[in-house]
Nanobody, 123 residues
């Protein structure tokens, strides 16, 4: 399993960014996927996940609902996170994570496979 994130950068408050995650080495469409972030001095936080059951339902942390959108392109083995109305508190390293199908979960500890992360800074 390999996950490679890209698309991070610096943006002003209120701006937008789209993160991408290139997946390989596994059947992408059959895995649960999660975008997880970690700010300095804080624990990892799952922000947006796709669960393979329930017709691939998506889940969001309350902190990003209405601002972030997770999506995937199975033909390209790509996972995306569209982030709008960014706030300084969104500043963090963002990771793409994957696991075999299980139950709906945003919890980082439930995911086995991780990318190297991409930094997002809002200031």
């Amino acid at each position: 399993v390999q996950l490679v994130e890209s698309g991070g950068g610096s943006v002003l408050p209120g701006g937008s960014l789209r993160l991408s995650c290139a997946a390989s080495g596994f059947t992408f469409s059959s895995y649960d996927m999660n975008w997880v972030r970690q700010a300095p001095g804080k624990e990892r936080e799952g922000v947006a996940a796709i669960y393979t059951g329930d017709a691939r339902t998506v889940y969001y942390a309350d902190s990003v609902k209405g601002r972030f959108t997770i999506s995937q392109d199975n033909a390209k083995n790509m996972l995306y996170l569209q982030m709008n109305i960014l706030k300084p508190e969104d500043t963090a390293m963002y990771y793409c994570a994957a696991r075999r199908p299980w139950y709906p979960s945003l919890a980082p500890a439930d995911y086995n496979y991780w990318g190297q992360g991409t930094q997002v800074t809002v200031s």
